[in-house]
């Protein structure tokens, strides 16, 4: 069963950094688009960063210039590098990415999976 494990998410002073870590593992054939998105309260889950497996980046604009994604290939992880961070940032993180899973020995098509979050609280 595959599965996205996130972390380093936190408690942060506007202006700080943080980096954020997903990983994926079980029984995966390929990883092709990582991504990150945000969800506030009461709000749609959005995308905030988005990489391919070829390294072509997509980032939300409010994050461009301060955001960074990138990708492990080897181990199927990915990153996000948070600099000058605001309280706007704050929120629940979540790594997607595009998986074709080995399900029974068998190459499945491409689906989403999703991992559990990790809440990022930027205070002023």
């Known amino acids: 069963q595959v599965q996205l494990v996130e972390s380093g998410g936190g408690l942060v002073q506007a202006g700080r950094s943080l980096k954020l870590s997903c990983a994926a593992s079980?029984?995966?054939?390929?990883?092709?688009?990582m991504s990150w998105y945000r969800q506030v309260p009461g709000k749609e889950r959005t995308l905030v960063a988005s990489?391919?497996?070829?390294?072509?980046?997509q980032y939300a604009d409010y994050v461009k210039g301060r955001f960074t994604i990138s990708r492990d290939n080897a181990n199927d992880a990915v990153y996000l590098t948070m600099n000058t961070l605001n309280v706007e940032d704050t929120g629940v993180y979540y790594c997607?990415?595009?998986?074709?899973?080995?399900?029974?020995?068998?190459?499945?098509?491409?689906?989403?999976?999703w991992g559990q979050g990790t809440q990022v609280t930027v205070s002023p």
């Open positions: 997607y990415a595009y998986i074709s899973p080995i399900i029974n020995y068998d190459v499945e098509r491409e689906r989403d999976y």
């Open positions: 990489i391919t497996k070829a390294g072509n980046t």
């Open positions: 079980g029984s995966i054939f390929s990883v092709e688009t």
